[in-house]
């Protein structure tokens, strides 16, 4: 082989330039065995950073961790997710109650369930006590204690009043009697009347009114009036049926300027005359009296019928007075106007 011959040029491996071969002498041939076969690949060699021996150097901080959750008991999770499911399952069902309730229509309502009105009047003035002096000395022989008296029971809050009915109602029953805790009035209303009543004493007026819940109920209103109280009635709304039973009391004047279908009254035997003006018409009229009383009745605007203590007459024409003499000499009797017309009318002893 020539000197200046150089092993073969591969594709893997550059070769040195020549001369950097040496000879063997026992061969005659360059040295070429880094050729024989794959050349080996050199290994990576890292080199350290100087900043690592730098004697200013600062160590890196650690680096930070993930703070680890406790772990929690497994009873625990599982009671937390049972009221999880449980607080879950309870708002889905109240929203599906809700959205049926909300398309279900609204039941009419009906009233109270006989709401209860105590009409109080004005209480009581104050009683100022003095205390008892402080004895300085025990006397020898004391009497024994005496014991105060009973307060007299409280009177009616005035002598007389007015009762208004202010609205209209259906069926108003009024009577006679002693309400609780010495009131005026008790006013109530039965479960499924759907009417609320309302009361309100201004003074020595007493006015009456009812609102109206839905289109169904009887609509009737009880009022008990204090027996002690002279009344004078006075009706502005109109009624279906009306009944004032005042016999067991003492009365002044009826006002009646509401119409009514059918009107009762059960009047008491006392000496002043007792005065009816009826201004709204009624289509049946009853009256009755404790005795027989003495009875006049002028009409306004005609009668169909008017029957005084038995004594009948019929079609009375407008602008007629109707009289009977009655039998009761302790009664003032009754005095009745009707300025508008009447479909019939009765008065008789009870």
Do not use: C, H
Not at 31 to 60: C, F
Not at 230 to 251: H, K, L, P, Q, Y
Not at 270 to 283: F, P, S, W
């Amino acid at each position: 082989m020539d000197g200046s011959a150089r092993p073969p040029q591969t594709d893997d491996v550059e070769l040195p330039p020549t001369g950097e071969y040496a000879l063997v002498p026992e061969t005659g041939e360059y040295d070429n065995s880094t050729y024989a076969g794959s050349a080996e690949q050199p290994r990576t060699v890292s080199l350290p950073k100087i900043s690592d021996y730098w004697p200013d150097a600062e160590k890196p901080p650690p680096p930070l961790l993930p703070a680890e959750a406790p772990e929690l008991p497994r009873r625990r999770v599982r009671l937390l997710a049972v009221a999880a499911g449980v607080l879950l399952l309870a708002g889905i069902g109240a929203v599906v109650l809700t959205r049926l309730a909300g398309n279900d229509a609204e039941p009419a309502p009906t009233g109270a369930s006989d709401p209860e009105i105590i009409v109080e009047g004005t209480p009581n003035p104050p009683v100022a006590i003095e205390p008892a002096p402080t004895p300085t000395s025990a006397p020898a022989t004391s009497a024994p204690p005496t014991r105060a008296s009973p307060p007299p029971p409280a009177g009616p809050a005035f002598a007389a009043g007015t009762f208004v009915l202010a609205s209209g109602l259906t069926e108003l029953n009024v009577s006679l009697g002693r309400p609780p805790r010495n009131g005026i009035a008790k006013v109530a209303s039965p479960d499924g009347s759907g009417v609320v009543p309302d009361a309100d004493l201004d003074g020595t007026e007493l006015r009456l009114t009812a609102e109206r819940k839905g289109d169904k109920g009887t609509g009737d209103v009880n009022v008990l009036l204090d027996e002690r109280i002279t009344w004078t009635i006075r009706m502005e709304g109109g009624v279906r049926r009306g009944t004032f039973d005042m016999a067991n009391g003492s009365v002044r004047d009826f006002y009646f300027e509401g119409g009514a279908n059918r009107l009762e009254l059960a009047l008491p035997r006392q000496e002043r005359t007792i005065e009816i003006r009826m201004a709204g018409g009624v289509r049946e009229w009853r009256i009755g009296t404790e005795g027989e009383f003495p009875v006049k009745v002028k009409v306004r605007k005609g009668a169909g019928e008017i029957s005084l203590n038995g004594d009948r007459d019929e079609g009375v024409d407008r602008g007629e007075v109707v009289r009977s003499r009655g039998g009761d000499d302790k009664s003032g009797g009754l005095a009745i106007e009707a300025v508008a017309g009447i479909g019939s009318l009765k008065v008789s002893p009870l």
